[in-house]
């Protein structure tokens, strides 16, 4: 696995940071230990300067390979010398003929020389001078008097990263050796090789030679294993140390295909090797639509709708029987990305695999052939069957870039592609009808050049396809994707009556009855003879009516309980008697609150039989239109334009 960049950030970038979240904390920041990447180029050979803001010195004697770090945490190896300033050597791993390996941070290093090496890299030579405000805390450090500055020459020699995978220590992973750059998912499929081992060194687990393979998200052997194969790259190696939470807990395991038990509370560790992994796409967002890549594929690039892909694949049952095969007899197998010419999850599958990928699918009965049956060749796919696919993109046609079209193209292509939306439409494939108009708008966008002659047609394009996509969003009941459409329609031409009509419909769904009332307005001042507007209208009236009758009941039952309470005050004034002067002017204040309240409870009456008047005068003189079917035959009509 290659090392995530460990190089620290200097403290003027430390304070940029944290001013993102408080600018007024910057003054207590503290500076990061580390070498200054930011305000300053990186050490040559011979130059010397201060790290952090504690005193400690770098002076680098020879560089190291690559740009990776160690951090706090990691355990490193290195030859190290330490002497006074007046050279008397303190200590020395070379005198002793091996080199120490510590755990950054930990017991046994030496306190301030961490923050050194972690801006070394494998193989680096430098020297580093300590100031005595350091405090020495490892042994080496022994007969160094209290007030005296020391130096460190230091070799990097290897480093192991230490990773705390669950941040509790229950399971702590050291990479051996790194993979590439493919990290583990959880849906993939992974094939790995393990010998697990009790702390007296006994095998209780081991895999074949070969490995064992597996789904991440199925787990495997003990709740730790997935959780440490998700933090590997394929090819990398690591030893694990899992504590009994994450391994066989009290329970322990019996013995097992010749293997000894794993005792109760059993700490375990774990020689591990991610061999291989196949990964696992969700293609639909569902989980019903599975792509298993077994083979990746070139580039960089993905077919787009309406381009041409030419495949091969095999198709199953789930039971492994074979119902076609395709694109094996020298003539590989065609069909149009987005236009339903094969079941959805193959479609939708292809669109998302490189050329020459080879992957394997898992398709659910919604995007294959539901719960009915389908015949192929001389076998019947039972109804609600779910289908493998194993899959190859050999090759697709690409369409021309739209920066790279004359004006002329993108008229032709936004056309054609408007046409193919109003087939949807017709058909009833909203969705896939509205992609067809974005699309086609998106040909003729504000920053495409045209002709001083093409520009009206460009316009008048663009607002059809605009609309048309509105009416889309209309039938997918995306009201604010309605009105935000035909406001762009009116921002172009304020006087549009479709757009009005349709920003009419959509208000009204969305229960914002004034503003559909204004859009209605304004379209009959434009065309008062229009029949469908003027239906929409009456649908409104009709809505606004109900409206203010349930507003009136609304208000009536408030205002029941407030009643009841008044007539009992009225009854307390008639049989209380008076208690002074005090109380008198009280009760002539209270008697004319309810006076005032009884005189506003007779004009609420009042308000609501004259509405119901109304209503009833609207019953008999206009008839109930539903406010989207009132509209259906224009919307259709309209395609076309």
């Given at each position: 696995?290659?090392?995530?960049s460990r190089?620290?950030?200097?403290a003027?970038?430390?304070?940029a940071a944290a001013?993102?979240?408080?600018?007024?904390?910057?003054d207590?920041?503290?500076?990061?230990?580390?070498?200054?990447?930011e305000?300053?180029?990186?050490?040559?050979?011979g130059e010397?300067?201060e790290?952090?803001?504690?005193?400690?010195?770098?002076?680098?004697?020879?560089?190291?390979?690559?740009?990776?770090?160690?951090?706090?945490?990691?355990?490193?190896t290195?030859h190290?010398?330490?002497?006074?300033?007046?050279?008397?050597?303190?200590?020395?791993?070379?005198?002793?003929?091996?080199?120490?390996?510590?755990?950054?941070?930990?017991?046994?290093?030496?306190?301030?020389?961490?923050?050194?090496?972690?801006?070394m890299?494998?193989g680096?030579?430098?020297?580093f001078t300590?100031?005595?405000?350091?405090?020495?805390?490892?042994?080496?450090?022994?007969?160094?008097?209290?007030?005296?500055?020391m130096?460190?020459?230091?070799?990097?020699?290897?480093?192991?990263?230490v990773?705390?995978?669950c941040?509790?220590?229950g399971?702590?992973?050291?990479?051996?050796?790194?993979g590439?750059?493919?990290?583990?998912?959880?849906?993939d499929?992974v094939?790995?090789?393990?010998?697990?081992?009790?702390?007296?060194?006994?095998i209780?687990?081991?895999?074949?030679?070969?490995g064992?393979?597996?789904?991440?998200?199925?787990?495997?052997?003990?709740?730790?294993?997935?959780?440490?194969?998700?933090?590997?790259?394929?090819?990398?190696?690591?030893f694990?140390?899992?504590?009994?939470?994450?391994?066989?807990?009290?329970?322990?395991?019996?013995?097992?295909?010749?293997?000894?038990?794993?005792p109760?509370?059993?700490?375990?560790?774990?020689?591990?090797?991610l061999?291989?992994?196949?990964?696992?796409?969700?293609?639909?967002?569902?989980?019903?639509?599975?792509?298993?890549?077994?083979?990746?594929?070139?580039?960089?690039?993905?077919?787009n709708?309406?381009?041409?892909?030419?495949?091969?694949?095999?198709?199953?049952?789930?039971?492994?029987t074979?119902?076609?095969?395709?694109?094996?007899?020298g003539?590989?197998f065609?069909f149009?990305?987005?236009?339903?010419?094969?079941?959805?999850g193959?479609?939708?599958?292809?669109?998302?695999?490189l050329?020459?990928?080879l992957s394997?699918?898992?398709i659910?009965?919604?995007?294959?052939?539901?719960?009915?049956?389908?015949?192929?060749?001389?076998?019947i796919?039972?109804?609600?069957?779910?289908?493998?696919?194993?899959?190859?993109?050999?090759?697709?046609?690409?369409?021309k870039?739209m920066?790279?079209?004359?004006?002329?193209?993108?008229?032709?292509?936004?056309?054609?592609?408007?046409?193919?939306g109003?087939?949807?439409?017709?058909n009833?494939?909203?969705?896939r009808?509205?992609?067809?108009?974005?699309?086609?708008?998106?040909?003729?966008?504000?920053?495409?050049?045209?002709?001083?002659n093409?520009?009206?047609?460009?316009k008048?394009?663009?607002i059809s396809?605009?609309?048309?996509?509105?009416?889309?969003?209309?039938?997918?009941?995306?009201?604010?994707?309605?009105i935000?459409?035909?406001?762009?329609?009116l921002?172009?031409?304020?006087?549009?009556?479709k757009?009005?009509?349709?920003?009419?419909?959509?208000?009204?769904?969305?229960?914002d009855?004034?503003?559909?009332?204004?859009?209605?307005?304004?379209?009959?001042?434009?065309d008062?003879?229009?029949?469908?507007?003027?239906?929409?209208?009456?649908?409104l009236k009709?809505?606004q009516?109900?409206?203010?009758?349930?507003?009136?009941k609304l208000?009536?039952n408030?205002?029941?309980w407030?009643?009841?309470?008044a007539?009992?005050?009225?009854?307390k004034?008639?049989?209380?008697k008076?208690?002074?002067d005090?109380?008198?002017?009280?009760?002539e204040?209270e008697a004319?609150?309810l006076?005032?309240?009884?005189r506003c409870?007779?004009?609420?009456?009042?308000?609501?039989?004259?509405?119901?008047?109304?209503?009833?005068?609207m019953?008999?003189?206009?008839?109930?239109?539903?406010?989207?079917?009132?509209?259906?035959?224009?919307?259709?009509?309209s395609?076309?334009?």
């Amino acid at each position: 696995m290659a090392h995530s960049s460990r190089l620290t950030l200097s403290a003027s970038a430390a304070r940029a940071a944290a001013a993102v979240v408080d600018d007024d904390d910057d003054d207590d920041l503290d500076e990061e230990p580390g070498e200054e990447i930011e305000s300053a180029p990186p050490l040559r050979v011979g130059e010397e300067r201060e790290i952090g803001g504690a005193g400690l010195r770098k002076k680098l004697l020879r560089p190291g390979r690559g740009w990776e770090t160690p951090v706090l945490g990691d355990e490193v190896t290195v030859h190290y010398e330490g002497r006074l300033l007046d050279g008397r050597k303190s200590v020395s791993t070379r005198d002793r003929g091996e080199p120490l390996t510590f755990e950054l941070g930990g017991e046994q290093s030496i306190a301030g020389l961490d923050q050194g090496i972690i801006t070394m890299k494998k193989g680096e030579l430098a020297l580093f001078t300590l100031p005595c405000s350091s405090g020495y805390r490892h042994a080496a450090a022994q007969g160094v008097p209290p007030d005296a500055d020391m130096q460190f020459e230091v070799e990097l020699l290897s480093w192991l990263t230490v990773m705390d995978i669950c941040k509790d220590g229950g399971i702590v992973k050291k990479v051996l050796s790194g993979g590439d750059d493919r990290q583990t998912g959880d849906l993939d499929e992974v094939t790995v090789k393990y010998q697990v081992r009790l702390l007296d060194g006994t095998i209780v687990a081991e895999t074949s030679e070969g490995g064992f393979e597996f789904c991440v998200n199925q787990g495997h052997l003990c709740p730790a294993l997935p959780k440490i194969v998700k933090t590997m790259r394929r090819g990398e190696k690591a030893f694990v140390t899992i504590q009994p939470q994450y391994a066989f807990g009290e329970a322990g395991r019996e013995a097992t295909n010749g293997l000894p038990a794993i005792p109760s509370n059993a700490i375990l560790n774990i020689e591990l090797e991610l061999v291989s992994l196949k990964p696992v796409v969700d293609v639909t967002g569902d989980m019903k639509v599975l792509k298993k890549i077994l083979r990746a594929g070139k580039g960089v690039r993905t077919p787009n709708s309406g381009e041409t892909v030419c495949v091969r694949y095999t198709a199953m049952l789930k039971d492994g029987t074979t119902f076609e095969k395709v694109g094996f007899d020298g003539e590989c197998f065609q069909f149009i990305i987005d236009e339903e010419q094969v079941i959805g999850g193959l479609d939708r599958a292809v669109s998302t695999m490189l050329k020459g990928e080879l992957s394997e699918l898992t398709i659910e009965p919604e995007y294959a052939f539901g719960n009915g049956e389908a015949k192929r060749d001389v076998i019947i796919i039972p109804s609600s069957s779910t289908l493998i696919y194993v899959v190859e993109l050999l090759d697709f046609t690409k369409e021309k870039d739209m920066r790279e079209m004359t004006g002329l193209e993108k008229i032709q292509a936004a056309e054609g592609t408007k046409s193919s939306g109003n087939d949807l439409f017709k058909n009833g494939k909203f969705e896939r009808a509205a992609k067809k108009y974005d699309k086609a708008a998106r040909y003729i966008d504000d920053e495409g050049t045209f002709e001083d002659n093409e520009e009206k047609l460009v316009k008048s394009l663009r607002i059809s396809c605009w609309l048309n996509s509105a009416a889309c969003c209309l039938k997918l009941k995306d009201f604010q994707g309605a009105i935000r459409l035909c406001s762009q329609v009116l921002d172009n031409e304020f006087c549009n009556v479709k757009a009005l009509y349709r920003r009419a419909q959509a208000y009204i769904e969305a229960a914002d009855l004034d503003l559909a009332k204004l859009d209605i307005q304004k379209a009959l001042e434009i065309d008062p003879n229009n029949k469908e507007v003027k239906s929409l209208q009456m649908t409104l009236k009709q809505l606004q009516a109900d409206k203010n009758r349930r507003d009136a009941k609304l208000y009536a039952n408030m205002f029941q309980w407030r009643r009841k309470d008044a007539d009992v005050s009225v009854k307390k004034l008639k049989v209380e008697k008076p208690q002074g002067d005090e109380w008198e002017g009280s009760a002539e204040v209270e008697a004319s609150n309810l006076e005032n309240y009884m005189r506003c409870e007779r004009k609420v009456a009042k308000k609501e039989v004259k509405g119901d008047r109304e209503m009833q005068a609207m019953e008999t003189e206009m008839p109930v239109v539903d406010a989207t079917c009132a509209c259906d035959r224009v919307m259709t009509d309209s395609m076309g334009t």
